[in-house]
């Protein structure tokens, strides 16, 4: 989520308007509020807002007017509208009018910060598609799944039938920044279940001992009871966003889900039943996760049933130039000035490119060029500034500087810390001397080495270490044999090293915590703390 974001909160209840703007303010995000229709029409034009939560009861102005207008001048505008509860016929009309999200009141407002957050970080706003065009069963080519590549066209026919089947489950198999997300959304609105709620979860981004809880929910005597995104995503959609990621134990547990239908709550004794289709995203290949062990054989089959490939930049052909062109007027839109075209040698440059970070790399591509270069009137090659395919610049698929592999930063450094630790011992004459190298006792040794044989040992290691992201790698081994370091101790080197990841990850998403929390397989809390 971008920090300083600008929302447009229009809302007649002032109780409510000044709750949740403030809670959104102490968030990070810049709140300009509306309390009807006409107010917010003129707050539009003058904020020209990145996002806008739009209650669809207002004095004047049906919130259905107000949002068509809007979308008559901002035709991607991202909008969450809220609706009252019971009131799901007006929210599916607003979802085929162009709506972004919906949302229930009274709304929890964690659940308002997660949506809003899930709106703004896209590249851009989805558009729905129409509802003439939803009749005639043609797939959208808008927005963010714009496109007239074959594969492409076929993946979202495909994805549409799958939606109307009526099926519970569905796998999206595809690199980062390929548009999985919002396929997923479009999944939803497509089927039988689009006036329930749309639940994501990101499964790098939490710690595996708190996944369990955020998924099903917590149920202790004394405590307050936590309902999991399972049960908020009932009658609706859930995401499971790179489930790659699950712990065996939420693997489990998982299973048992989808098998039956129903789950305990952590720490609960009774059974819940919650009617959710599932739809899982993942950039990893699963067929090795199984081989390997990290992913239930089991699992893999259930989810695996439907499962869609998702095509990558690269392999999309012209769909590059239409990409482009589609983000080149959205830039324009939004400032309001700056290039109207792609000259015909950018279009050849970009047709060129590997595109690793895919269609997110594109869209931040050209918004860069597009800030950089307000006075041309035609972008061309030059001013992208696009690094030359045999330049040391160049990085391989599915990593850039604006798009990091995720990677669960805490299982790599205990990989590399277990190399250490069986270094150590092969050099060492003694288990004295072994920990003397590392700065350790003769105890603390002890320790890791029963933490390294829990762990897998030594061939858990070289797997953790060789499939780690070459980011990663380029930060963390430059020489994979040595010893930390004359003078080093273990402890130091492991912090240093912690340090110098987070640094890149933060560099790359340009300061944001939250996304860089993603990356690194941590939660915003756990980043939070180690930058304290």
């Known amino acids: 989520m971008s920090s300083g974001a600008a929302i447009l909160f229009v809302e007649d209840e002032a109780p409510f308007r000044r709750f949740a703007g403030s809670f959104l303010e102490e968030s990070g995000l810049r709140v300009v509020y509306a309390a009807d229709g006409s107010q917010s029409l003129t707050a539009f034009e003058a904020v020209r807002p990145d996002l806008v939560l739009l209650d669809l009861d207002l004095p004047d102005l049906h919130g259905l007017e107000v949002l068509r207008r809007l979308r008559t001048r901002v035709e991607n505008q991202r909008v969450i509208v809220l609706t009252a509860y019971g009131d799901a016929a007006t929210a599916v009309r607003a979802l085929k009018a162009g709506a972004t999200d919906y949302l229930t009141k009274p709304v929890e407002l964690s659940r308002l910060l997660d949506a809003v957050r899930d709106a703004l970080s896209a590249p851009q706003a989805e558009v729905v598609v129409p509802a003439a065009e939803l009749a005639r069963g043609r797939p959208s080519r808008h927005g963010a799944l714009l496109g007239e590549h074959p594969d492409w066209l076929s993946l979202l026919d495909r994805l549409e039938r799958v939606a109307a089947s009526g099926l519970q489950n569905v796998l999206l198999l595809g690199e980062s920044g390929t548009g999985k997300t919002s396929l997923a959304r479009r999944f939803h609105r497509l089927g039988p279940q689009a006036a329930g709620p749309f639940v994501e979860v990101n499964v790098p981004s939490l710690p595996a001992e708190l996944l369990e809880a955020e998924l ?132 050849r440059a970009l047709r060129e490119q590997p595109f690793p970070g895919n269609v997110r790399e594109l869209a931040h591509l050209i918004e860069r060029s597009a800030a950089l270069h307000p006075e041309r009137q035609e972008l061309t090659a030059a001013d992208l500034d696009l690094p030359r395919a045999d330049s040391s610049e160049a990085v391989p698929p599915g990593e850039s500087s604006g798009m990091l592999l995720p990677v669960d930063l805490e299982a790599v450094l205990d990989a590399l810390e277990g190399h250490y630790v069986l270094q150590a011992l092969s050099r060492g004459s003694s288990q004295r001397e072994a920990g003397a190298l590392l700065g350790l006792d003769r105890f603390a040794l002890a320790r890791r080495r029963s933490r390294l044989r829990h762990r897998g040992g030594r061939k858990a290691v070289a797997r953790i270490l060789a499939e780690a992201p070459q980011w990663l790698r380029d930060i963390m081994l430059p020489h994979p044999g040595d010893l930390p370091g004359e003078g080093l101790a273990l402890l130091e080197v492991r912090s240093q090293l912690e340090s110098r990841a987070i640094a890149v990850a933060l560099r790359a998403n340009g300061g944001n915590r939250a996304r860089a929390a993603t990356v690194l397989g941590m939660s915003r809390t756990s980043l939070n703390r180690r930058l304290a």
């Open 216 to 347: 099903f929910g917590v149920e202790r005597a004394g405590a307050a009871t936590r309902r999991g995104k399972i049960e908020l995503a009932h009658t609706g959609t859930l995401l499971l966003d790179e489930m790659g990621a699950l712990p065996p134990r939420v693997q489990a547990k998982l299973l048992s889900f989808l098998e039956e239908r129903s789950f305990r709550r952590v720490g609960g004794h009774d059974e819940r039943r919650a009617d959710v289709r599932l739809v899982c995203t993942t950039h990893c290949d699963l067929r090795r996760a199984v081989e390997r062990g990290d992913l239930r054989r089991d699992l893999y089959y259930r989810l695996e049933v439907v499962s869609l490939r998702v095509p990558p930049l690269r392999e999309r052909g012209d769909d590059v130039g239409l990409l482009a062109e589609h983000f080149l007027a959205e830039a324009r839109q939004r400032r309001g000035s700056g290039p109207r075209a792609l000259g015909s040698d950018a279009r």
